[in-house]
């Protein structure tokens, strides 16, 4: 039988690489994978310390499962040009940071102790994509994704492809082909059971003897079948069992029922039209870079889905992690992946590299029923009529079940792929030098395509750059930031033939020197680094509806002099309710519904209160007292949440809260803790900005520093498991709190 066996311990870790290294163990750091070879500072670094050359060595023990059988090692991202070897020899090189490869260990493994040599090289080299050009991310040297052991029968199942058909009939169909893999040339015969299965419960099965290659076994006239939609993500397995001479081998494959199409009137799912809410995502943490294990990717997951409400996520620039799409397919968040790359096309040698990029990109991901769209354009770059004649190719022919975009920025660009992907930044431009025309939220979509008629389209950025917002910025700032988010998203709704629109973007990120605010961050994002949201990622959250979850964030730190000029008018709530009742003072009490007017086409509109509310005697004026208030959201007529705010706030609590509270022994994963100062009604300290200091006892560890600075009230830590299983104790102490302690399991 195979066996896939993680392969992320007792790794020993240098700088440089020697070529003794080829042959020898080297003295080194232990580490476990994932892995980033350089941990950066959060900001004012210098990006260029990883860009080099790094070694990672194991020893593998000879087994006598090994006898007879193929070995090897699959390594899922390491970046950025990784070469294997095996006691001294070359088995294998790859180009690309972001899609896996397998080292073959076969014929070369001893008796006894075998040594097995990662060199990575973390330069940019302009030979492969994404680099050659300038790029806004970073691009963290190291194996950064999981490691695995495979052990498998001469002849094994290589790849799955699940393909459904009928999938809005009573009976549908469904069709497994099956790629096998001989790399020693072993003669192909056996038998192939492939078996359908909701859980446990068997749907189908069926048997075929095995006459080549690739084999395809099609099944038809399958009922009681659910389809994965968003609110409810149905999930099947295909299991395939190969039967050989040489023994027995097997292999699942996860998928879903589902139609997504993109068409000139919109985007349409299991038939059904939706409008596409989503954000971009970096994979990029602080501190650790890409280096992070399958729960910190879920939560991302996780945060996009249920904490900001959208429901697609682009993974902008480059293929991410199979934890973190695997985790889509679960909750029911949709994906548009894409290839590496940001605006620079390489020569020959490059563009070939990324035409491979694709075929990996969907080989890895053809399964995933979250995946409605192939990103196989470079992000943002010139036209390249061959180039992109040949992704395309690549994609409809690796997969003809999903449709292909391209993501530019340039009008009237050259139309090969199937839905026309734009990043409409021309919010803001208003204000650039020589501009002539209006403030506008979206263009027409025929002015960005030249083209005669309508063609499936989509927005796949906005805002970003041409309005960064720091989560500690002045009031004005965020509220304004809120209002370009909102104006966007109601310009998309109020357009059927934009399949949706994609914010730039979910997360703020490191990136090179040449981007953002002189810090190395890009400060882009709803939400921080940390992942603790900015005002505008409640412009997303409050677009779903009541029963998802009450949404009630006033745009506001609640003080008369924030703001130009003083007050805090006008003052934006973001919300799902129908109305919401404003309280100031002992004595007046006003009810408001949404601004429909300014945003008829948004589904929950925010509500405005402005000075036709409220006269400039009603809340006072400069010098005057400043009085608490109460703004309750009400659903039907009955309230259903409400947010209070202090005349005059002080700090009452040190709030340290954990994402849940047990971290995995055997494997290296990660937790997030946030830590947030609070005053007296529990709303955030907003320029708080003082240090606190993190102790650790157990087996975690915090990465970064231990003395976190407050950043607008706020700031988080990721905790690691160090391995072993014990009590983990967080005590987090400040000068003007209570020390605060929070305890996890490590199991």
């Known amino acids: 039988m195979r066996m896939t066996t993680l392969f992320n311990d007792n790794w020993i870790f240098s700088h440089g690489f020697e070529p003794a290294a080829r042959t020898a163990l080297l003295a080194g750091e232990a580490i476990r994978l994932p892995h980033n070879a350089v941990d950066l500072p959060f900001n004012y670094f210098d990006e260029t310390i990883y860009q080099r050359p790094f070694t990672y060595q194991k020893i593998l023990a000879w087994q006598p499962e090994f006898e007879g059988r193929e070995v090897s090692v699959v390594f899922d991202g390491a970046m950025a040009n990784a070469e294997v070897f095996v006691n001294g020899e070359s088995v294998v090189a790859h180009k690309d940071g972001y899609t896996p490869f397998e080292a073959r260990l076969t014929g070369r493994l001893q008796p006894g102790d075998n040594l097995i040599t990662v060199k990575i090289d973390g330069s940019e080299n302009p030979e492969i994509p994404p680099f050659g050009g300038r790029i806004d991310y970073l691009t963290y040297a190291g194996i950064y994704r999981d490691a695995w052991l495979k052990v498998t029968t001469p002849v094994s199942i290589g790849a799955i492809k699940v393909e459904t058909q009928e999938v809005l009939s009573e009976k549908k169909g469904v069709t497994v082909r099956v790629d096998l893999a001989h790399p020693a040339g072993t003669a192909l015969s056996g038998t192939l059971h492939v078996a359908l299965k909701d859980g446990a419960r068997l749907i189908a099965e069926a048997s075929a003897p095995v006459e080549g290659a690739r084999q395809t076994v099609a099944f038809a006239g399958l009922e009681g079948l659910s389809l994965w939609e968003p609110e409810n993500p149905q999930l099947y397995t295909a299991e395939v069992r190969l039967e050989t001479e040489q023994g027995i081998d097997t292999l699942t494959a996860t998928f879903g029922f589902r139609t997504a199409e993109f068409t000139v009137d919109g985007f349409k799912l299991n038939g059904k039209p939706l409008k596409i809410r989503g954000l971009n995502r970096h994979q990029a943490w602080p501190y650790s870079g890409y280096a992070m294990g399958r729960r910190a990717q879920e939560r991302d997951a996780e945060i996009l889905k249920n904490d900001l409400k959208c429901n697609l996520v682009r993974t902008s620039h480059y293929p991410q992690s199979p934890w973190f799409l695997d985790h889509c397919d679960r909750i029911g968040l949709l994906v548009f992946e894409e290839i590496p790359g940001w605006q620079h096309i390489g020569g020959e040698a490059w563009k070939a590299e990324a035409v491979r990029n694709v075929e990996r990109m969907i080989t890895r991901d053809w399964n995933h029923p979250s995946i409605i769209l192939w990103g196989v354009r470079i992000n943002e770059s010139q036209d390249s009529h061959d180039f992109y004649v040949e992704t395309n190719r690549v994609a409809r022919e690796t997969d003809p079940t999903r449709q292909t975009g391209g993501v530019r920025f340039i009008t009237e660009s050259e139309f090969l792929e199937d839905v026309y992907t734009m990043n409409d930044f021309y919010l803001g431009s208003e204000e650039m030098p020589g501009a002539n025309h209006s403030r506008t939220p979206l263009r027409d979509q025929q002015v960005c395509t030249g083209l005669p008629t309508k063609v499936p389209y989509i927005v796949t950025e906005f805002n ?22 909102l104006q966007v998203l109601n310009a998309m709704y109020g357009d059927r033939s934009i399949s949706g629109a994609i914010g730039w973007c979910a997360f703020d990120y490191n990136t090179h020197k040449d981007f953002g605010s002189g810090d190395r961050i890009c400060h882009h994002g709803v939400m ?71 945003y008829p086409h948004l589904p929950h509109p925010p509500v405005i209160i402005d000075r036709r509310h409220f006269s400039a005697q009603e809340l006072g004026s400069w010098g005057m007292a400043w009085e608490g208030g109460e703004i309750t959201g009400y659903l039907n007529g009955e309230p259903v949440a409400s947010v209070k705010f202090a005349g005059g706030a002080v700090p009452a609590t040190l709030d340290v809260k954990a994402d849940e509270h047990s971290l995995p022994a055997a494997t290296k994963d990660q937790v997030r803790v946030l830590v947030r100062a609070l005053d007296q009604m529990g709303n955030l300290l907003p320029f708080l900005d003082e240090p606190v200091t993190v102790s650790v006892t157990g087996p975690a560890k915090i990465l970064g520093p231990a003395t976190l600075v407050l950043t607008g009230g706020a700031s988080g830590f990721w905790l690691e498991s160090t391995g072993g299983a014990g009590e983990i104790v967080v005590t987090v102490t400040s000068p003007r709190f209570a020390s605060q302690v929070i305890h996890l399991t490590a199991a």
């Not at 989560?471 to 930031?481: F, L, P, V």
């Not at 505008?536 to 745009?555: M, N, R, T």
Request: one cysteine or more; hydrophobic letters at 30%; glycine letters at 8%.
């Open 528 to 598: 921080d680094m940390f992942r603790e949201p900015k005002f505008a990622a409640f412009a997303y959250a409050s677009q779903c509806e009541p029963e998802d979850g009450v949404i009630l964030k006033p745009v506001t730190f609640w003080a008369r002099g924030e703001r130009n000029i003083g007050g805090i008018m006008p003052l934006i709530v973001l919300t799902n309710c129908d109305e919401v009742e404003f309280v100031y003072g002992p004595n007046i009490r006003k009810r408001v519904g949404p601004d429909r007017e300014t």
């Open 464 to 485: 970003g750059h041409m309005y960064p917002t720091k989560r500690h910025d002045q009031e004005q700032r965020q509220a304004e930031h809120v209002t370009r988010h």
